[in-house]
């Protein structure tokens, strides 16, 4: 069937099939549990140094086209590629193959110093960006995860001291020749994919395990981040509560950032202007960031009390805005196998939008997320003694 969704039995159902007949391509995208968060303490940026040589080994056992991105994030590591629907098995191959060959094989000095000046680059941007900065502390504080915070010890210069071995260590300790997940979108027939969903080795276990639920508490305030002296930052965790309510928990962060929702409802009661922010996806959760342009140091303080007096409920009518988008949105996400294969995964993760479902989230259930969020919130960059926890 034209655009079935397919959970394949065998390795714990980590494969996923979406089946698209006449695609003239095939796209996949492999998850696995290499990110930041399981860095080595004494080489913290392990894990994006191995992201890029990743890409590199793939393209290099790949002889048809592949257009490949990674992204590295609090937890996983994300490959997703797109190739002509002849060259799918070959695709597959080369993702599972890649894992096993930089764990064990040779790593060429040239290539491990060029992604490494490659790194050093964007870690220059990065750090100039103070709300991305504190949006990864925050989803740290929110998940409990004290790995995440080292993140701003990647900076630029230190993964040049990594060596090899690291790398090979790094990659044994995740069993990496497995990924934790494959999304499959193409014009193959699902029993097709069958025999790969059997070969998976088995998942190693997380060395850290992350709860999704009572294990938050409420949070409160943190100190300060780079740019704090002029903003405020918030980071709000939204509970997934079954992986059914993804499109719930993806409206609730829109809401959460809308410019009627509850943010900015803040920044006016302040006279502070909310100036928008992101969703970091992580472990159980999306974790919202956003931020307050101050004018002056009595606004920081009022942000806290402002907060604490909140309830964070989002008008009906932004939510029934939102809600009655998402129609459009489904068939947009469809339109390509790329967007689609995108969508998928996003969806089976938790905060993404369904791309097949015939029914809108439910608006109550959105409210409860920000609710729920609401309350253990985190603030950095307001006075500590005035913003206690809330």
Not at 5 to 28: A, E, Y
Not at 175 to 202: C, D, F, K, T
Not at 245 to 256: F, G, I, R, T
Request: one cysteine or more; proline letters at 8%; a neutral charge.
């Amino acid at each position: 069937m034209n655009g079935e969704i397919f959970r394949l039995p065998g390795k714990d159902g980590r494969v996923v099939v979406m089946h698209r007949p006449g695609s003239p391509t095939t796209s996949v995208i492999a998850t696995y549990a290499l990110g930041f968060g399981l860095d080595p303490t004494h080489a913290p940026g392990t894990a994006h140094l191995y992201e890029h040589l990743f890409l590199a080994t793939l393209r290099a056992l790949m002889t048809a086209p592949v257009m490949a991105r990674a992204q590295t994030d609090a937890d996983t590591m994300s490959v997703s590629a797109t190739v002509p629907a002849e060259a799918g098995q070959e695709l597959i191959a080369a993702l599972a193959a890649t894992p096993r060959t930089l764990a064990a094989g040779p790593i060429d000095d040239d290539v491990r110093l060029r992604e490494c000046r490659a790194i050093d680059v964007e870690l220059s941007e990065w750090f100039g960006n103070p709300l991305l900065v504190a949006g990864h502390k925050l989803a740290a504080l929110a998940t409990r995860r004290t790995q995440p915070a080292r993140f701003d010890e990647c900076r630029a210069g230190a993964c040049a001291a990594i060596a090899p071995r690291e790398l090979q260590a790094h990659a044994a300790l995740q069993g990496a020749a497995s990924p934790e997940r494959l999304v499959i979108v193409g014009p193959s027939p699902a029993e097709e994919w069958l025999p790969l969903a059997n070969l998976l080795g088995p998942l190693a276990p997380p060395v850290v395990h992350v709860t999704s639920s009572s294990g938050w508490g409420c949070l409160g305030s943190r100190g300060s981040v780079p740019g704090a002296d002029r903003r405020v930052y918030i980071g709000i965790p939204l509970p997934l509560s079954t992986a059914e309510k993804a499109e719930s928990l993806q409206l609730a962060a829109e809401a959460v950032l809308h410019g009627r929702g509850p943010l900015a409802e803040v920044g006016d009661r302040v006279g502070a202007r909310f100036r928008g922010g992101s969703v970091v996806p992580t472990a159980g959760c999306v974790v919202v960031t956003g931020s307050w342009l101050l004018e002056n140091s009595r606004q920081r303080e009022a942000i806290g009390i402002a907060v604490r007096q909140l309830e964070g409920r989002v008008p009906p009518a932004v939510l029934g805005a939102l809600a009655d988008a998402v129609p459009e949105r489904r068939r947009a996400l469809a339109a390509t196998s790329v967007t689609l294969a995108e969508a998928v995964d996003a969806w089976r993760c938790g905060y993404g939008i369904s791309p097949t479902g015939a029914t809108g989230p439910d608006v109550d259930e959105v409210q409860h997320i920000v609710g729920t969020g609401w309350e253990r919130s985190v603030l950095v960059g307001a006075r500590p003694a005035r913003s206690d926890p809330f």
